[in-house]
């Protein structure tokens, strides 16, 4: 749950691994609502893919600021994944801390209806993102998801925050709420398609300069026609 997050964020093992990798999610997520996509778009098909929960209302049980904290408590030095949360900064600054509060990136202030879209939301992100391109479907919002955190994954294969890969894949299960049957990030990339991934996480560096950069694990897994799984020992 969102506790095994948190726990050991500081230090090392599952629990850093967990944040990072939720903070990769999140930052995905980020760079989703600006190309348009709304944040009950990018929860509904992340949960029907087989996350127990989106990152919005994530972070909406959490709270926003809360939430904030935990990104930067386990993010990387290198900052390799770093957009910023201005959409989230946006919401703060408008009073909506999280579902706790009663509206955050939903409205949740109608009796027994759980979380609401909420046009308010709507008007936050229209303003500050500007007119997008088509927005992103389901397919193309959890391929974009899982490139980030396989990502994040591989920079801390390099780090040697994590050993293998499914310490990675364990601390998503554990951590994130992933169903098992996913098998984790890692994994879930190798049955994608290493090459495809990497396609993905060539445009999304593209649209955000820097804050993409692959790790070099995807380059040398693809030219020896390897997966991560090999890595795993």
């Known amino acids: 749950g969102l506790n095994a997050v948190l726990a050991g964020a500081n230090g090392s093992g599952t629990g850093l691994i967990a944040g990072r ?10 760079q989703l609502l600006i190309a348009g996509a709304a944040p009950s778009e990018v929860d509904t098909a992340l949960r029907n893919w087989g996350f127990r ?7 909406d049980r959490l709270g926003l600021a809360a939430a904030r904290d ?3 408590r386990t993010s990387s030095d290198r900052d390799s994944q770093l957009i910023g949360t201005p959409l989230a900064d ?4 408008a009073g909506r801390t999280g579902r706790a509060s009663g509206a955050g990136w939903y409205d949740y202030t109608t ?7 909420d046009p308010g939301v709507t008007a936050i992100l229209q303003d500050l993102r500007g007119t997008p391109g088509a927005p992103p479907d389901a397919g193309q919002i959890v391929l974009h998801t899982l490139a980030a955190m ?3 994954g591989a920079w801390m294969l390099a780090d040697g925050i994590a050993r293998r890969p499914l310490d990675i894949d364990v601390a998503a299960l554990s951590g994130l709420g992933m169903a098992r049957a996913r098998g984790g990030p890692m994994l879930a990339v190798d049955l994608v398609g290493l090459a495809q991934v990497a396609q993905m996480l060539k445009s ?8 993409w950069t692959p790790a070099l694990q995807w380059s040398e ?5 390897r997966t991560f799984a090999d890595l795993n020992g």
């Open 70 to 72: 935990d990104y930067a």
């Open 221 to 225: 897994l693809i030219k020896s026609g």
């Open 21 to 30: 990798l939720r903070g990769a999610m999140r930052q995905a997520g980020e």
């Open 204 to 211: 999304m560096t593209t649209a955000h300069p820097g804050a």
């Open 150 to 152: 396989a990502n994040a």
């Open 53 to 59: 929960l989106g990152p919005f209302e994530a972070e």
């Open 111 to 117: 009796p027994g209806a759980g979380a609401q879209q």
């Open 90 to 93: 946006a919401l703060l600054a």
